[in-house]
């Protein structure tokens, strides 16, 4: 079986783009593959966060997860800085990583410029320690957005670079870039993606929205011209709706344009808004639950730590050897 992990960070907010371009397809991995999957909370400090909101990020990711179809059994689910190899590593990796090649990161530039001096040495480092966490598990493939190609082709290099130098320690991981096929667009643009980060919360609606919230964003969705409800490559508003109604529903897009032909837009929205709370109200009650009982999330994420420490300290007692500091 493929060793497969990834990390997504803790964010208060994840919106249904989120769950169907990453969280969703975790889930449909894990029969086949070997799944290690964590909370990368080490690098969410690289931009300033309040501890109280961090905690609570934390363990509302852990319940998505959870609530999702994350089954801890299957996949070894944990919170990045209870395994503290991963630290470890990444200083190791920061001696053999280059200035130069950080500083090409485009995700670091995006981040920093603007901003002068005044960006944290996490930011700019946060590629290497993202390298440890994959290096760590010997992990073969790496299912990541688009955006973080370049991170993974770091830790390819990273890996070589080590491996040349210290003798074979590292398998070589890939990343596996998530299909375009699920990249939701904002509800009030046809040209930017669903985005947390967007200015308006009409652009997405989030997984924790309540039925009233989702019907005044749906209500407030751009469409395209005519009347239509019919998806194609000049009708990019209706796509983007009939592919949120598909993903809830589970029904073809096809089928949806059928079910709605001769019907306007209102009509269509009104149905849309009901399938998406449909949809969504199980899962935010299994996530409310899951919140309820924060003692089982936080042994649920130890029980976790416990079973990547044995790969990840497994992996460092190779390392420190190859370095020459293990003196036993
Ligand atoms: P955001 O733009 O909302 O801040 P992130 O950059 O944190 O999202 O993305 C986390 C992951 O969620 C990405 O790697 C990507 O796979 C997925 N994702 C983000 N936005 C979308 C979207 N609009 N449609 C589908 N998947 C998305
Ligand atoms: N940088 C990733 C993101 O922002 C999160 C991440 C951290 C990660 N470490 C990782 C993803 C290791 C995959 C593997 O989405």
New binding site residues.
């Given amino acids: 079986m493929t060793r497969v992990l990834t990390g ?2 803790p ?1 208060g ?1 994840l ?1 249904i ?2 769950y ?3 969280v969703e397809p975790m889930v449909r991995l894990q029969g086949e593959s070997e799944m290690f999957m964590f909370i990368p909370d080490y690098h969410a400090i690289t931009v300033p966060q309040k501890p109280a909101e961090l905690r609570r990020n934390i363990l509302f990711a852990t319940a998505v997860y959870l609530a999702a179809g994350i089954d801890p059994k299957k996949t070894v689910l944990f919170q990045q800085s209870a395994v503290s190899q991963h630290t470890e590593l990444g200083w190791i990796l920061n001696c053999i990583a280059k200035m130069g090649e950080l500083g090409r990161m485009t995700q670091f530039k995006d981040k920093s410029t603007g901003k002068g001096e005044n960006v944290s040495v996490g930011l700019f480092d946060y590629p290497v320690l993202m390298a440890a966490d994959i290096l760590l598990y010997d992990t073969q493939a790496v299912p ?2 688009a ?2 190609k370049q991170h993974v082709e770091l830790a390819r290099d990273l890996a070589i670079r080590f491996n040349k130098t210290f003798g074979d320690t590292f398998v070589v991981p890939e990343p596996l870039i ?1 299909k375009e096929g ?5 509800l009030d643009s046809t040209e930017k ?6 200015a308006s919360p009409k652009n ?1 609606i989030s997984l924790m929205d309540d039925a009233a919230a989702v019907e005044k964003k749906i209500k407030a969705a751009v469409t395209d011209s005519g009347t239509e409800v019919k998806a194609g490559p000049n009708r990019p508003a209706l796509t983007n709706l009939l592919t949120i109604f598909s993903l809830v529903s589970g029904k073809t897009v096809a089928e949806l344009e059928k079910n709605h032909e001769g019907k306007e837009y209102g009509a269509f929205k009104t149905d849309l808004a009901e399938a998406v709370n449909a949809w969504s109200a199980p899962l935010q009650m299994k996530i409310r639950e899951l919140l309820a009982d924060e003692a089982a999330l936080v042994a649920v994420l130890k029980a976790g730590a416990e079973k990547a420490r044995v790969v990840a300290e497994k992996k460092m007692q190779a390392v420190r050897t190859k370095i020459g500091v293990a003196l036993t």
């Fill in positions: 997504l960070q964010s907010l919106h783009g989120n169907f371009g990453a990541v957005g955006d973080q998530r699920a990249r939701l667009m904002g993606k669903m985005s947390k980060s967007a997405y």
